[in-house]
């Protein structure tokens, strides 16, 4: 078996909301909820869900910008949230990498491209400005964007273009894990594809681990090892991706797939077997009881209201729904 | 018939851009030319006063007391903007005048925006603990009477030239930290920010690289309209007594000298505060155009 | 068949900049029928939401401007209504849905006043006729509790709620196109779903045609009956949406489909098109695919192929295909 690069053992976020003067605290926005997965050297794992159900929270955890409330992030075995700060200068931050969904945001508007991309290289080590340029010219050329263009700023780039532009930097210290959170989905259809490719000839040339946070899951198929599915803060289906896609277990799987198929007006068996679910993710201020898809779940039951359920193997799947007791 | 129609549409609305167009681009330039020559004559003037001005701007004679300019009847041509209620040249004064409301509201500036920008750069990135200090010290220093602290230290420390400028920097940086923080503060928010610390960037790298080079475009701005108040501060301080000793004239002291007289002498006030008001808005016309020129978005175009 | 609703016809509109004038729509024909659903599919830049505004006339003047072409509404010929006129025709006749629905909502008005204000605006009517006319908008997008709604602010809504006011607004004086530019651009996959059905439904009460722009295949796959694939200015080719899918003609529109990422399929590579579309400002001489087609030809490099038509609702601009 693979090296396990980063575990998440029973990640948890709460937001306190507070109301009046004295910021009294009256409840919790319950945005992660006990949730556990683990991603292997060289493979990917994408984290599902629709807005609002956490997965957002989940990568800016990993990337020590957002605090745990409780659980653990274990990085190469060591616990993340018990490094020193030293030790995450040192020993974290260059092997861990970030590509955000809006290339147009994530650039420092008055910085040059080559400053863009060096700037974890000026930052972590300690180079003369000009063996930085050059190493900058060869990651820019690694990702198809053309040296001319170092000197330029990111305005002056399409988004095809910044978000290569991004991938650049994110290589820059040769990191072992880049988080993409929402990669190619700011970018147009033709563009995508390409990008999409540019992440996988980059994979098996790097050995890379990929951490994709996506909505959309035929991105994320063409993507993925293994696949989480996230509902209102908590897991609800995690697993190898081909068995996910083959045999879908839980009913929110089932529909986030029916959702994303191409099905023709004219395929009348294609309509049949698609799946609208009625109503809206509820507010994680006030998650459901029992399981928390029953109030959009087709197949609940009264059990499912009252208890929660728990994670269970089914096949080569996790799955949390009371049909697989 | 319809082509005939969308043919006529097309050449007329071409012409109309066209216009449209060269007015623009006129515009544009003079926007940029008749600010930087104000001001740059301005400057020469406060410098080179002593070799400008026809006469002492202190003294004056008594019987030429309320002289209106040359160009009116019953000017002198001695005195092309005619004389104050002390028989003092008006042009002299004025010219004068350029040397201390510049220098006081440029040093004025100079001072509060340096405060402010590092305190709410600090507090806006800080945040938390940070923040709540820093605000609350800005919203005691934004409730505080101004003019009673400004004769406070008048009394302390004694009118005068460091005086003013002292009291008008008491005065103003607070409004720099409580708008500059509010910048830093989205921007700490924004992705590059994230995507900063992510990279392992310090906070001084932060505060430095990514905060504050996007921060100058607002502070610019302020800075321009902030010439104006400062030199109407000015005039404030000096006619209450506590501002730039009284025979050396600034222009603010001049605009209230000529208020008990605006409708026999109106020259009194309206020279001076015509050069206030072509200060300002040349500093707001070069705020706009360093703007612009200093956004790389927006230098292209 | 049904009438034909509204009919484009050559249709030209450019941007005047410093730069250069900016050939945004550039000679784009189609026509949606009654009932009928018409998709305007491309990227960013292509042109599709301009287009949309030309039909409204709302393009931001005097820097954008429709230089040819014909509009023609049930007869009418829009581009030749003064400015009162087409206020009249706006909301009533043709109204529009934007991808945003918080920025497309009134923070600081009730839904109901709001879905009332454009009824008020075309419709001469008495204050309860009016409120009555409020609630069948919001009971058309099939909104719960319509009366609670109606009284209750933006804020006070989920997120596919207010799209669903938005739509309502829309919808409020029965007209008779709807064009919805990029609506379930920023809904969740399971809200889509939602909203497309919704699409469906009200299509089939009302019978109003509907031209739906978007980027997505997979939503144009869903709703539209014909559509119509838009690069760099023009549509490159019109075809039924089943025909568009199964047998697509033009080299832009097979690239396209082939590199949208399918669930039923897993390949190892998706195929790719290579390079970025054109500057409108600097646009190709020949074909504007050229650039990046891989069957291209030396005739595509010097002239712009025509618009051909095959068989009864299709038709392509490619030399290859004859």
Redesign the interface.
């Given at each position: 078996m693979a090296k396990v690069i980063l575990e998440a053992r029973d990640v948890v976020k709460h937001y306190p909301v507070t109301k009046g003067l004295l910021q009294r605290t009256v409840g919790w926005v319950r945005a992660v909820d006990g949730v556990s997965f683990s991603v292997e050297q060289g493979k990917t794992l994408s984290i599902v869900g629709?807005?609002g159900a956490g997965k957002t929270t989940v990568a800016?955890q990993i990337?020590?910008?957002e605090k745990l409330t409780s659980g653990s992030i274990l990085f190469e075995g060591t616990d993340l949230y018990k490094m020193s700060p030293a030790q995450v200068?040192d020993d974290y931050?260059?092997k861990?990498?970030?590509v955000?969904q809006?290339p147009w945001?994530?650039?420092?508007?008055?910085?040059r491209i080559r400053d863009v991309v060096g700037?974890?290289i000026f930052?972590?080590t300690k180079q003369t400005k000009k063996t930085v340029y050059t190493e900058v010219g060869k990651l820019l050329d690694q990702v198809g964007i053309d040296t001319d263009g170092m000197t330029r700023?990111p305005?002056?780039f399409?988004?095809?273009?910044r978000q290569r532009i991004a991938v650049a930097?994110a290589l820059a210290l040769n990191p072992t894990l880049l988080i993409l959170d929402e990669p190619v989905s700011a970018l147009?259809?033709?563009?995508?594809?390409?990008i999409?490719?540019l992440f996988?000839d980059l994979q098996s040339k790097f050995d890379l681990s990929y951490i994709v946070i996506a909505?959309?899951?035929?991105?994320v198929?063409?993507m993925s090892h293994s696949v989480a599915i996230m509902y209102l803060g908590q897991l609800v289906e995690y697993g190898d991706s081909?068995a996910l896609?083959e045999r879908p277990l839980h009913p929110y799987t089932r529909?986030?797939?029916?959702?994303?198929?191409?099905?023709?007006?004219?395929d009348s068996e294609g309509k049949a077997q698609?799946i609208?679910?009625?109503g809206?993710?509820p507010s994680p201020l006030n998650p459901p009881s029992g399981c928390r898809f029953h109030t959009r779940c087709t197949e609940a039951s009264d059990k499912c209201s009252k208890d929660v359920p728990e994670m269970r193997k089914v096949g080569k799947q996790m799955v949390k729904c009371h049909h697989y007791d | 018939m319809l082509n005939t129609i969308t043919t006529t549409a097309k050449t007329k609305k071409k012409k109309q851009y066209r216009g449209i167009s060269r007015a623009t681009r006129v515009m544009r330039n003079l926007a940029l030319w008749i600010p930087t020559v104000v001001m740059a004559f301005m400057i020469v003037l406060a410098i080179f006063s002593p070799w400008i001005a026809p006469h002492d701007p202190t003294v004056g004679k008594i019987t030429d007391r309320y002289l209106p300019p040359a160009f009116m009847e019953g000017g002198k041509t001695d005195y092309l903007l005619g004389t104050d209620q002390l028989g003092r040249d008006i042009l002299s004064r004025l010219i004068y005048g350029a040397r201390i409301s510049l220098s006081v509201s440029l040093l004025a500036i100079a001072i509060t925006a340096s405060i402010g920008t590092v305190l709410g750069i600090i507090a806006g990135y800080g945040g938390g603990r940070t923040d709540a200090i820093v605000m609350r010290v800005v919203d005691v220093a934004l409730s505080f009477p101004g003019l009673l602290l400004a004769m406070l230290l008048a009394v302390a420390i004694g009118p005068g030239f460091w005086t003013v400028v002292f009291a008008l920097s008491l005065l103003g940086w607070a409004g720099y930290a409580r708008m500059i923080r509010g910048e830093a503060m989205r921007l700490s928010q924004?992705?590059?920010v994230?995507?900063?610390?992510?990279?392992?960037?310090?906070g001084w790298?932060i505060m430095t690289?990514?905060i504050f080079?996007?921060i100058i475009n607002s502070l610019i701005v302020l800075m321009t309209l902030q010439v104006g108040m400062m030199i109407l501060a000015e005039a404030a301080l000096s006619y209450l007594g506590i501002g730039i000793s009284v025979p050396t004239p600034s222009w603010g002291s001049m605009v209230s000298d000529g208020r008990a007289n605006l409708d026999n002498a109106w020259w009194i006030s309206a020279f001076p505060g015509a050069a206030i008001g072509l200060v300002v808005l040349s500093g707001n016309f070069l705020g706009d155009w360093i703007r612009d020129k200093l956004?790389?978005?927006l230098r292209?175009l | 068949m049904s009438n034909i609703v509204l009919q484009v016809e050559d249709l030209h509109t450019s941007f005047f900049t410093r730069a250069g004038e900016v050939k945004a729509v550039d000679g784009v024909s189609f026509y949606v029928r009654e009932g009928e659903t018409f998709g305007i599919v491309g990227?960013?830049g292509c042109g599709k939401s301009v287009t949309g505004l030309s039909i409204l006339r709302l393009l931001p003047e005097p820097a954008g401007q429709v230089v040819g072409g014909k509009i023609i509404m049930e007869g009418k010929s829009l581009l030749e209504l003064n400015p009162k006129q087409m206020r009249a025709y706006r909301g009533k006749m043709i109204s529009m849905i934007l991808q945003d629905p918080m920025s497309s909502l009134n923070p600081v008005y009730t839904i109901g006043d709001q879905i009332g204000e454009s009824v008020r605006l075309h419709q001469d009517l008495p204050e309860n006729m009016v409120e009555a006319e409020v609630i069948d908008a919001l009971r058309l997008l099939r909104i719960p509790s319509p009366e609670m709604r109606a009284r209750e602010y933006p804020f006070q809504l989920?997120?596919?709620?207010r799209q669903r006011a938005v739509g309502a607004i829309a919808m409020s004086c029965r007209p008779r196109l709807l064009i919805a530019d990029e609506p379930t651009t920023a809904l969740?996959?399971?809200?889509?779903?939602?909203y497309i059905?919704l699409f469906e439904d009200i299509q089939e009460k009302t019978n109003v045609a509907i031209i739906f722009i978007t980027?997505?295949?997979?939503v144009v796959?869903?709703?539209?009956?014909r559509v119509g694939v838009m690069y760099a200015g023009k549509i490159v080719e019109t075809a039924s949406?089943?025909d568009i899918?199964k047998n697509p003609k033009h080299p832009y529109t097979k690239?396209?489909i082939q590199?949208?990422?399918?669930?039923?399929k897993?390949?190892e590579?998706?195929?790719?098109?290579?390079g970025?579309?054109p500057s409108l400002l600097r646009l190709p001489k020949g074909c504007r695919f050229y650039p990046r087609c891989t069957v291209s030809m030396d005739i595509c490099k010097e002239q712009e192929p025509p618009e051909v038509k095959i068989g009864e609702n299709r038709s392509v601009s490619c030399w290859r295909v004859k």
């Amino acid at each position: 078996m693979a090296k396990v690069i980063l575990e998440a053992r029973d990640v948890v976020k709460h937001y306190p909301v507070t109301k009046g003067l004295l910021q009294r605290t009256v409840g919790w926005v319950r945005a992660v909820d006990g949730v556990s997965f683990s991603v292997e050297q060289g493979k990917t794992l994408s984290i599902v869900g629709e807005s609002g159900a956490g997965k957002t929270t989940v990568a800016r955890q990993i990337l020590l910008l957002e605090k745990l409330t409780s659980g653990s992030i274990l990085f190469e075995g060591t616990d993340l949230y018990k490094m020193s700060p030293a030790q995450v200068k040192d020993d974290y931050r260059p092997k861990v990498h970030y590509v955000q969904q809006n290339p147009w945001s994530s650039m420092n508007p008055r910085m040059r491209i080559r400053d863009v991309v060096g700037e974890p290289i000026f930052v972590n080590t300690k180079q003369t400005k000009k063996t930085v340029y050059t190493e900058v010219g060869k990651l820019l050329d690694q990702v198809g964007i053309d040296t001319d263009g170092m000197t330029r700023y990111p305005h002056e780039f399409s988004g095809g273009q910044r978000q290569r532009i991004a991938v650049a930097r994110a290589l820059a210290l040769n990191p072992t894990l880049l988080i993409l959170d929402e990669p190619v989905s700011a970018l147009d259809v033709s563009i995508r594809a390409q990008i999409m490719n540019l992440f996988k000839d980059l994979q098996s040339k790097f050995d890379l681990s990929y951490i994709v946070i996506a909505h959309n899951l035929a991105t994320v198929r063409y993507m993925s090892h293994s696949v989480a599915i996230m509902y209102l803060g908590q897991l609800v289906e995690y697993g190898d991706s081909e068995a996910l896609f083959e045999r879908p277990l839980h009913p929110y799987t089932r529909a986030l797939i029916s959702a994303s198929q191409l099905t023709l007006p004219e395929d009348s068996e294609g309509k049949a077997q698609q799946i609208i679910l009625t109503g809206e993710m509820p507010s994680p201020l006030n998650p459901p009881s029992g399981c928390r898809f029953h109030t959009r779940c087709t197949e609940a039951s009264d059990k499912c209201s009252k208890d929660v359920p728990e994670m269970r193997k089914v096949g080569k799947q996790m799955v949390k729904c009371h049909h697989y007791d | 018939m319809l082509n005939t129609i969308t043919t006529t549409a097309k050449t007329k609305k071409k012409k109309q851009y066209r216009g449209i167009s060269r007015a623009t681009r006129v515009m544009r330039n003079l926007a940029l030319w008749i600010p930087t020559v104000v001001m740059a004559f301005m400057i020469v003037l406060a410098i080179f006063s002593p070799w400008i001005a026809p006469h002492d701007p202190t003294v004056g004679k008594i019987t030429d007391r309320y002289l209106p300019p040359a160009f009116m009847e019953g000017g002198k041509t001695d005195y092309l903007l005619g004389t104050d209620q002390l028989g003092r040249d008006i042009l002299s004064r004025l010219i004068y005048g350029a040397r201390i409301s510049l220098s006081v509201s440029l040093l004025a500036i100079a001072i509060t925006a340096s405060i402010g920008t590092v305190l709410g750069i600090i507090a806006g990135y800080g945040g938390g603990r940070t923040d709540a200090i820093v605000m609350r010290v800005v919203d005691v220093a934004l409730s505080f009477p101004g003019l009673l602290l400004a004769m406070l230290l008048a009394v302390a420390i004694g009118p005068g030239f460091w005086t003013v400028v002292f009291a008008l920097s008491l005065l103003g940086w607070a409004g720099y930290a409580r708008m500059i923080r509010g910048e830093a503060m989205r921007l700490s928010q924004s992705d590059f920010v994230a995507q900063a610390r992510v990279n392992g960037a310090s906070g001084w790298r932060i505060m430095t690289r990514h905060i504050f080079p996007n921060i100058i475009n607002s502070l610019i701005v302020l800075m321009t309209l902030q010439v104006g108040m400062m030199i109407l501060a000015e005039a404030a301080l000096s006619y209450l007594g506590i501002g730039i000793s009284v025979p050396t004239p600034s222009w603010g002291s001049m605009v209230s000298d000529g208020r008990a007289n605006l409708d026999n002498a109106w020259w009194i006030s309206a020279f001076p505060g015509a050069a206030i008001g072509l200060v300002v808005l040349s500093g707001n016309f070069l705020g706009d155009w360093i703007r612009d020129k200093l956004d790389p978005r927006l230098r292209q175009l | 068949m049904s009438n034909i609703v509204l009919q484009v016809e050559d249709l030209h509109t450019s941007f005047f900049t410093r730069a250069g004038e900016v050939k945004a729509v550039d000679g784009v024909s189609f026509y949606v029928r009654e009932g009928e659903t018409f998709g305007i599919v491309g990227e960013s830049g292509c042109g599709k939401s301009v287009t949309g505004l030309s039909i409204l006339r709302l393009l931001p003047e005097p820097a954008g401007q429709v230089v040819g072409g014909k509009i023609i509404m049930e007869g009418k010929s829009l581009l030749e209504l003064n400015p009162k006129q087409m206020r009249a025709y706006r909301g009533k006749m043709i109204s529009m849905i934007l991808q945003d629905p918080m920025s497309s909502l009134n923070p600081v008005y009730t839904i109901g006043d709001q879905i009332g204000e454009s009824v008020r605006l075309h419709q001469d009517l008495p204050e309860n006729m009016v409120e009555a006319e409020v609630i069948d908008a919001l009971r058309l997008l099939r909104i719960p509790s319509p009366e609670m709604r109606a009284r209750e602010y933006p804020f006070q809504l989920s997120g596919g709620m207010r799209q669903r006011a938005v739509g309502a607004i829309a919808m409020s004086c029965r007209p008779r196109l709807l064009i919805a530019d990029e609506p379930t651009t920023a809904l969740d996959a399971t809200i889509q779903a939602q909203y497309i059905a919704l699409f469906e439904d009200i299509q089939e009460k009302t019978n109003v045609a509907i031209i739906f722009i978007t980027h997505d295949f997979g939503v144009v796959a869903r709703i539209c009956d014909r559509v119509g694939v838009m690069y760099a200015g023009k549509i490159v080719e019109t075809a039924s949406t089943r025909d568009i899918f199964k047998n697509p003609k033009h080299p832009y529109t097979k690239a396209l489909i082939q590199s949208v990422p399918q669930l039923d399929k897993k390949d190892e590579r998706l195929f790719s098109i290579e390079g970025q579309p054109p500057s409108l400002l600097r646009l190709p001489k020949g074909c504007r695919f050229y650039p990046r087609c891989t069957v291209s030809m030396d005739i595509c490099k010097e002239q712009e192929p025509p618009e051909v038509k095959i068989g009864e609702n299709r038709s392509v601009s490619c030399w290859r295909v004859k």
